[in-house]
């Protein structure tokens, strides 16, 4: 596997141990291994502590947080996304039923040239776009 990007649905199926969560933990596995990146936008960061505040409060967004450091995952914050990558994203959002989050990873999957993680059926509308690994 070449570097990728995962999206905050393989993120939050990871950290819940949910369904597909042993596909996303073997991807890591293989990033490290191969030295390999894999990416995650500031946008889908902020959608997983988002997910977890709203199941647990600050405690477990806490852990979600400190859980994703502890990850092998490179965080693209606002320095790289500019404008280039917001406009693709909202291109995919204006021509798609996504959520503005999912074009965010779609469009970083697309600049970065890499697969997409992600279990997310809306998704579906861009693997004319971008190559996807689906972890379920």
């Known amino acids: 596997m070449k570097s990728a990007v995962v999206d905050s649905y393989a993120l ?5 141990r949910e369904e597909g969560f042993e596909a996303v933990a073997k991807i890591f596995d ?5 030295d390999r990146e894999v990416f995650l936008s500031i946008v889908n960061w902020g ?11 600050e405690k477990t967004a806490k852990l979600a947080e400190d ?23 909202a291109q995919l959002k204006a021509a798609h039923k996504m959520s503005y ?7 970083l999957a697309m600049k970065k040239k890499c697969e997409l ?13 971008i190559k996807i690994r689906w972890i379920k």
């Open 12 to 16: 939050i199926s990871y950290l819940e």
């Open 30 to 34: 293989e990033c490290v291994a191969k």
């Open 47 to 57: 959608e997983v502590i988002y997910h977890a505040f709203r199941a647990g409060g």
């Open 67 to 89: 859980a994703m450091i502890a990850l092998p995952v490179q965080l693209v914050g606002l320095e790289e996304i500019k404008r280039d990558l917001t406009r693709e994203a």
């Open 101 to 107: 989050a999912d074009c965010f990873a779609a469009a």
């Open 117 to 129: 993680i992600t279990g997310d059926k809306e998704f579906k509308q861009v693997e004319d776009k």
